[in-house]
């Protein structure tokens, strides 16, 4: 499928172990901040907004329904963030393996967007803890989970695809993403609910995938029911077309990577 | 399978890479693959190179740096696109192009190996008899465990040699390895690289040492300036590439007179007559060696006459180097002959005046006939009995 | 005023920590007082040392003597464990060539990069550059950004911004190898010409001609004590008589694997092979080359000595059969069979090198000379005098004579 055989998934599977190992290698922890990071910055978050703030959802009793709001949106947020952020650096990090391997290089994105996966898991685990806590049903729904995430991924992957080519030649791009993910973010209805945007801009934001997602996430963990199915298929497709374009335009540029790294 | 046409293990054709100068210049039309015109300069590495590697040989290429030894090296192991010209493989490579390339210098010996193993798509079964190997031909020891940060170079440079050489690959593309760590070393290196040879690999070995392309290669390839300057037999490839300039013999010289070819005879007590012409009054001396070149096995320097003189006025001499009992074993030699000034006081070296030799390209033949020696050369000696507890 | 180095008392201790936390509790707990941290590995050891102006220092010994890290603590990059190091003059290092390189800038804006880095104004900068350009040979490359250099083009932008200091003291760890021979040749001159320049040089080199060549002091460290200070020949013909010693050890040890007795068949063994060079009366496995050489062999042959053969068979270390000679096991058998043979070379003809001597007995019966016992030893001939312009594979004596031909 699309020129990948099972060798090539092996070989995946290794990059991905790979890039976890060299990104904590020589941290004394070693991957104990994989676990430790989002889980600070998720707790960090239901202090300041659940004890500092005590924000409160509309028509909600307690600020510890807007801590679980608040996190099923964010802890995938992290994630997101960490997969386009490692699909990005996926081929100049491993600059000398490029320079000196010969293998498909365009699976170094994928891994290195599965790298959120390690970010994914704390967050849910964390929100999975929350919602017991908080005494909410957990239904049925959740095994909807799952293809919530793989299309939360193919799209970061995706996007990941074109980043890491684009940053070979440009390098500036690893400059502004962090930047530029921040943005997002907060044009994303993660930290407020999609009803308190104005009007005009929920007309637009309902093409922003990234809430699509976040809204997949609340409907399967939160409100137990099915996903909206006209938003996720929007996600599906429009991640189809970019990971399409974007393997494409990865197979013409990797031909001259070796003279931009 | 198909099996296409299997009689090379790799060959290109009119293969070209330019690199672009300044990366920018066309990211966009490439991405969007749109036509890509030239802009800007661009570095044009290696222009126009055939090369064929038959099944079980290996051809080596030799140049000095930057000739583009290494970026044709890595184009041949498809990990450089070639911008023009195309590659055909039959096999597996195993590419060492920079060593260590592809590791981080916090592993330690052993995930490092773990990972280019599983890399090469070494089944897990057999990762581990392969790793001792890997720790017993590196001779790391305890090293093994510890992280490539804390290594010396030669201890980093053993280990991915042992690493990369570890399995039985089709193809070998090795850039400059042989040169690492101790004598010792280097002849277990060589050792391993004529036996996967023999277990029919193939490969291309680029260097800018000409002695180890004798040692591996019958064919080799000249590379300057990123083409090939010359194609053909590596001995005469090592005196295309070290293209030594022949002394224009003005104040000494050897007659034309003097004979192409010498016959001795193996275990004999042997002669060697050279003519010299002196034409000025110099104090000219004369050294003779015999040098033993096995395309694809190896050079050898194996008797090495000091200098003698040979007079310091002009006119025509004949010297006369005897051998006793012969100890070469019969085959075919190479001896040269140098002409030389004698150093005069404070200065350190000669002046060399004339010389024949198969690296200048006009070597004179040296046969020695005789009974067949079980080994390379007889040692004189004596033989006695002694009592057996004495010793 | 004159320049001058002063050491005193100067220790390096590595803490040897499993962790990295370690390290840095190590490193913050240390106390100036305490000579040492205890548990570390102690990499320079109470050295004291005072270079004056005018010397030219090298600093020779094994891997792991010391040599580095006292170089990176005279150069400011490593602080000492304890000690005190004094220095009046500007110290210019060339610890390792071409890691200051930026790939991305061009050649030429490098060399702006370096200077500014050495403390030199644009404008300084700017009267060498020509001369650095010219001595790099690197063409049109150096408006070429260094990502697209090869190897040896890196090697030779970053000798040639160093060749155009002006050093006071001047620091050089290793020979700087530069690529092909041509350039290698250019750069050893030039290194040469800076040294000459310096007021203090201090090298540390494994090559003993470069020392030699270059300084006029030498000490020989050993770990991370001077072990020796004096000239460089003294010093540096002390430290090769040494490390042999040490060679021989290591060289067996090293081939071990290769070394041993076996017997394959009952009532014959080898029993001893002795190599005894010179007039030794002691065997030993370092022969010298051009000396006397007696190989003794003894053992018992058994039912085979009649028709059993000994074979002796040399390899060289690249596993080349250079010597091979049979010989008739019943010549050299007493009344009760036991075998004494003693093979003598005078002089011995083999090149310097390591070599492997493998003794069988023999089946002499039959045609396929099946192998009953069978011995290998290693040794390796040396010689103190190397002949000039090659290392051939016998020093077999040529004896030449001239005459006039007219």
Not at chain 2, 273 to 284: A, K, Y
Not at chain 3, 153 to 162: C, N, P, V
Not at chain 3, 289 to 303: K, N, P, S, Y
Request: with cysteine; proline share 4%; aromatic share 8%.
């Amino acid at each position: 499928m699309y020129g990948f055989n099972r060798f090539d998934c092996r070989l995946m599977v290794n990059l991905f172990r790979m890039t976890v190992r060299d990104r904590y290698l020589g941290s004394s922890l070693g991957s104990f901040w994989a676990i430790t990071n989002p889980l600070f910055m998720l707790a960090l978050f239901t202090y300041v907004f659940g004890f500092v703030f005590k924000v409160r959802l509309p028509g909600s009793e307690t600020t510890l329904a807007y801590v679980i709001w608040l996190i099923s949106g964010y802890g995938p947020w992290i994630a997101m963030t960490e997969a386009i952020t490692g699909a990005t650096n996926s081929v100049i990090g491993a600059s000398g393996l490029v320079k000196n391997m010969a293998f498909k290089t365009e699976l170094l994105p994928i891994a290195g967007t599965l790298v959120g996966l390690i970010n994914l898991a704390v967050s849910l685990v964390f929100l999975f803890v929350l919602l017991i806590w908080s005494g909410s049903t957990i239904s049925w729904h959740v095994l909807l989970l799952p293809v919530v995430v793989i299309l939360q991924f193919a799209f970061a992957a995706a996007l990941g695809m074109w980043l890491s080519a684009i940053a070979v030649f440009i390098r500036d791009v690893v400059q502004i993403l962090p930047t530029l993910l921040t943005a997002l973010m907060f044009m994303t209805p993660i930290f407020y609910p999609f009803e308190s945007m104005p009007a005009i801009i929920q007309k637009v934001s309902v093409a922003n995938p990234f809430y699509q997602i976040a809204e997949g996430y609340r409907a399967t963990l939160l409100e137990n029911r099915v996903p909206d199915v006209l938003g996720l298929g929007y996600v599906t497709l429009l991640s189809a077309v970019i990971f399409h374009f974007g393997l494409r335009a990865f197979r013409r540029a990797k031909g001259a990577f070796d003279a931009a790294m | 399978m198909q099996q296409p046409c299997r009689d090379f293990a790799l060959r290109c054709v009119h293969l070209g890479k330019s690199f672009a100068v300044h990366r920018e210049q066309r990211v966009w039309r490439l991405l969007l693959g749109m036509e890509t015109h030239r802009k800007g300069p661009v570095v044009e590495a290696l222009r126009d190179i055939s090369l064929t590697v038959p099944r079980g040989k290996i051809v080596g290429v030799i140049g000095r740096n930057g000739a583009g030894k290494s970026t044709l090296l890595r184009l041949l192991g498809q990990v450089y696109t070639p911008t023009t010209g195309s590659i055909e493989i039959n096999g597996q490579i195993a590419g060492l192009f920079e060593l260590g390339g592809m590791g981080n210098p916090n592993l330690t010996g052993r995930e490092y190996a773990i990972r280019y193993l599983q890399f090469m798509g070494v089944p897990g079964a057999s990762v581990a008899t392969v790793l001792d190997d890997i720790a017993d031909f590196s001779e790391l020891g305890g090293a093994f465990d510890q992280r490539i940060r804390t290594y010396s170079s030669g201890m980093a440079a053993r280990l991915y040699f042992a690493v990369a050489t570890a399995c039985q690959h089709e193809i070998y593309l090795i850039d400059e390895l042989l040169s690492v760590g101790d004598e010792h070393f280097q002849a277990k290196c060589w050792r391993r690289m004529r036996e996967r040879l023999l277990n029919g690999a193939s490969g291309v070995l680029v260097t800018h040492d000409w002695t180890a392309i004798v040692k591996l290669c019958e064919q080799a390839c000249v590379i300057d300036e990123g083409r090939f300057s010359f194609v053909g037999s590596s001995d005469l490839a090592v005196v295309r590439y070290l293209d030594l300039p022949v002394p224009e013999a003005r104040a000494a010289r050897f007659p034309d007179t003097i004979p192409q070819e010498f016959v001795l005879e193996s275990g004999e007590d042997s002669s060697v007559t050279v003519p010299v012409e002196v034409l000025e009054d110099l104090p000219v001396e004369l050294a003779i060696s015999v040098e033993m070149l096995r395309i694809g096995i190896g050079w050898e320097i194996v008797i090495l006459s000091e200098y003698h003189a040979v007079g310091d006025k002009a006119g025509r001499y004949t010297v006369v180097f005897t051998i006793p009992a012969l100890p070469l074993a019969p085959g075919r030699y190479s001896l040269n002959l140098f002409l030389a000034r004698r150093a005069l006081p404070g200065q350190r070296h000669r002046v060399g005046l004339d010389c024949r030799s198969w690296t200048y390209g006009n070597g004179l033949a040296l046969r020695i006939e005789g009974r067949p020696l079980p080994a390379a050369v007889t040692l004189p000696f004596r033989v006695q009995a002694i009592p057996a507890e004495v010793a | 005023m004159s320049l001058y180095v002063e050491l005193q008392q100067v220790s390096k201790v590595f803490p040897v920590a499993s962790s990295a936390t370690g390290e840095l509790v190590a490193a913050m707990a240390r106390d100036a007082e305490h000579d040492s941290v205890p548990g570390g590995k102690v990499a320079v050891d109470r050295l004291s040392l005072r270079i004056a102006e005018g010397e030219r220092l090298g600093i020779i010994g094994r891997n792991g003597a010391g040599k580095s890290t006292l170089l990176h603590m005279i150069a400011g990059i490593a602080e000492p464990t304890a000690g005190t190091i004094r220095i009046k003059g500007r110290v210019t290092s060339i610890m390792t060539l071409g890691v200051g390189l930026r790939d991305d800038l061009s050649g030429r804006e490098n060399i702006y990069v370096d200077g500014e880095i050495q403390g030199r104004s644009r404008a300084e900068v700017d009267e060498v550059i020509g001369q650095v350009i010219e001595f790099s040979e690197l063409g049109k490359f150096i408006d070429y950004p260094v990502r697209t250099y090869s190897t040896g083009m890196k090697a030779r932008l970053a000798f040639s911004m160093i060749t155009h200091i002006d050093p006071e003291i001047l620091i050089i760890d290793e020979a700087l190898s530069v690529g092909d021979a041509s350039f290698s040749a250019k750069a050893t001159a030039r290194i040469l010409e800076i040294c000459a320049r310096g007021k203090i040089v201090i090298l540390v080199s494994h090559g003993m001609q470069s020392i030699r060549d270059i300084c006029n002091r030498c000490i020989y460290l050993r770990d991370g004590q001077v072990v020796l200070d004096g000239s460089p020949e003294d010093v540096t013909r002390a430290y090769i008589d040494e490390v042999r010693g040490e060679d021989e050890a290591a060289l067996m040890g090293r081939f071990a694997a290769h070394v041993g007795k076996r017997s394959y068949r009952a009532g014959s063994e080898i029993r001893r092979v002795a190599l005894l060079s010179g007039n030794n009366r002691e065997a030993s496995v370092r022969v010298e080359a051009r000396e006397r050489l007696r190989i003794q062999v003894t053992g018992r042959a058994g039912a085979w000595l009649d028709d059993g053969l000994c074979r002796l068979r040399t390899f060289r270390l690249d596993e080349l059969l250079v010597f091979e000679q049979d010989f008739r096991l019943g010549d050299f058998a007493d009344e009760a069979g036991e075998i004494g043979i003693e093979i003598e070379f005078a002089p011995l003809v083999l090149g310097a090198a390591i070599y492997r001597l493998d003794v069988l007995f023999i089946d002499g019966r039959g045609s396929a000379g099946e192998t009953i016992a069978d011995s290998s030893t290693v040794f390796e001939v040396y010689t103190l005098t190397p002949p000039v312009g090659g290392k051939p594979m016998l020093y077999y004596p040529v004896a030449a004579t001239a005459a006039s031909a007219a």
